[in-house]
């Protein structure tokens, strides 16, 4: 197995818990509280915030000129995902003001401040160890929902969100995402991997807890 394949072997059983969360299946099946998406959306708006920053620090970590423009390319990327989740936001009526002075989550505030010190004290690799369980779990999530349920993506309101993150657009930045990763250590020695793959449990893990956070509404 490469180095990605291992990352997902040992999260197996937390990938799989993704898709039976009662929040995924929610939007599975479209019966989401739509409270809960509410919550969900403002909160990942403040996470996106936080999200771009780490491709920011990856920018000046960046040792050459491509990988630079990777990650800015990204950056656009992010923007791109705000202004998506800004049409949710205008259906919920949450403004500006709101934004402002909603307070991140602690789970929220957890996860963003493990990624942005794995940015700042680490390098390359590390910094897409981090962000990757974020950027792939969500294809993985809405293809899964997609299989387990074609006539989702048709949704009045969720098929927006299963939509985007089922598209051939989206995967392919996250195989651009992959494809770097896997350039950038191919000559990592084993404990240098190892280091990676605890970063990616560790980001797993806080996506499983976004969702608990997303379902619970928790403060």
């Not at 990938?15 to 995924?24: I, L, R, S």
């Not at 202004?83 to 991140?104: C, Q, S, W």
């Not at 010190?117 to 899964?144: D, F, M, N, Q, T």
């Not at 250590?185 to 560790?202: V, W």
Request: hydrophobic share 40%; proline share 1%; with cysteine.
């Amino acid at each position: 197995m490469n180095l990605v394949e291992q990352m997902l072997d040992a999260t197996r059983s937390i990938w799989t818990a993704y898709n039976d969360h009662p929040f995924v299946l929610g939007i599975q099946n479209g019966d989401l509280d739509r409270s809960k998406f509410r919550y969900y959306i403002l909160q990942d708006y403040l996470y996106l915030e936080e999200y771009a920053k780490i491709f920011a620090i990856a920018v000046a970590k960046a040792k050459s000129r491509e990988t630079a423009l990777l990650f800015s390319k990204y950056i656009s990327v992010i923007n791109g995902e705000l202004n998506v989740h800004k049409g949710y936001m205008g259906l919920f009526n949450i403004t500006e003001d709101e934004v402002l002075h909603a307070p991140r989550a602690l789970d929220n505030l957890s996860y963003t401040s493990y990624m942005l010190r794995v940015a700042y004290e680490e390098g390359e690799a590390e910094i897409l160890a981090a962000i990757l369980s974020c950027a792939y779990s969500y294809e993985v999530i809405s293809k899964k929902i997609l299989q387990n349920k074609p006539e989702s993506a048709s949704d009045a309101f969720y098929g927006l969100w299963i939509q985007g993150y089922s598209s051939d657009l989206y995967a392919s930045g996250n195989q651009i995402l992959i494809s770097t990763l896997l350039k950038l250590t191919e000559h990592y020695t084993e404990a240098q991997k190892k280091h990676l793959l605890d970063i990616f449990i560790a980001c797993s893990r806080y996506e499983l807890a976004f969702w608990d956070m997303s379902w619970e509404m928790k403060d």
